[in-house]
């Protein structure tokens, strides 16, 4: 297979037996990889964020799960997640958690949902490596209904010329392969900007990771004017 690039995630890019084993691999780390990083923070933040999901919710990238408990009871929830391994954890932690959600197999660049059908989207923790970030935003404000919300968790590109930021181009390559897609330095707070989203709350904080490249995260929400 060749490397995944700015359009092509492991998700659409032509697999070969050892990426769709380390694919499986990587769903099978995932919660292990980010149990520190939940409990030195970041399942509060979560937990603060979602608390303003209502009606209609279409989560991005739902992954293995870590919002489901999260939602408000009453929430539609719409899960979509385009990788097979992740999204087959994620239909046994519904399955187990008790919750009423639809899991879609879908990337955020092309979700089958209807125009104005969502009253929230969620996004967190995969801005980073949807294939094309302008795309997937445009989708999110389509789905998204007149005045609905964005509520967005994301790690994201360091300040430019800062040594973090230097570390972040040349890890790269490298970082990419390893976790299936992610981008290190990606620029997410204007790719949300320039989506026409409005921005009316934002966040700038420190992820609690134990890879350092990827410690810069924002939260937040944006309104579909």
């Known amino acids: 297979m060749k490397p995944a690039t700015e359009e092509e995630t492991p998700e659409t890019a032509t697999p ?3 990426m769709r084993a380390w694919g499986s691999c990587f769903a099978a780390l995932y919660n292990p990889l980010l149990w520190r990083t939940e409990r030195r923070g970041n399942a509060k933040r979560r937990a603060n964020l979602i608390a303003g999901a209502n009606g209609t919710v279409v989560e991005l990238g ?7 408990s999260h939602y408000p009871d009453d929430a539609e929830l719409i899960l979509t997640e385009p990788h097979e391994p992740m999204a087959r954890r994620l239909e046994q932690h519904v399955a187990r958690s008790g919750r009423e959600a639809t899991v879609l197999r879908a990337p955020a660049e092309d979700l089958p949902l209807p125009d104005n059908c969502a009253d929230t989207v ?19 404000r389509r789905v998204l209904k007149p005045g609905g919300r964005l509520l967005f968790l994301e790690h ?9 930021d230097r570390w972040q181009r040349k890890a790269h390559g490298f970082w990419h392969g390893f ?3 992610c981008h290190t330095n990606r620029e997410t707070e204007a790719a949300i900007r320039r989506s026409g989203l409005r921005i009316d709350e934002l966040v700038n904080d420190r992820l609690e990771f134990e890879v350092p490249l990827i410690h810069p995260l924002i939260w937040g929400r944006a309104i579909n004017p």
């Open 16 to 18: 070969n037996p050892f």
């Open 156 to 164: 994201v590109a360091a300040e430019p010329g800062s040594r973090l």
């Open 62 to 68: 739902a992954g293995t799960g870590h919002n489901l």
């Open 179 to 181: 976790a299936c897609g």
């Open 122 to 140: 969620v996004s967190t923790l995969v801005l980073c490596t949807v294939g094309d970030l302008d795309a997937s935003l445009a989708e999110a």
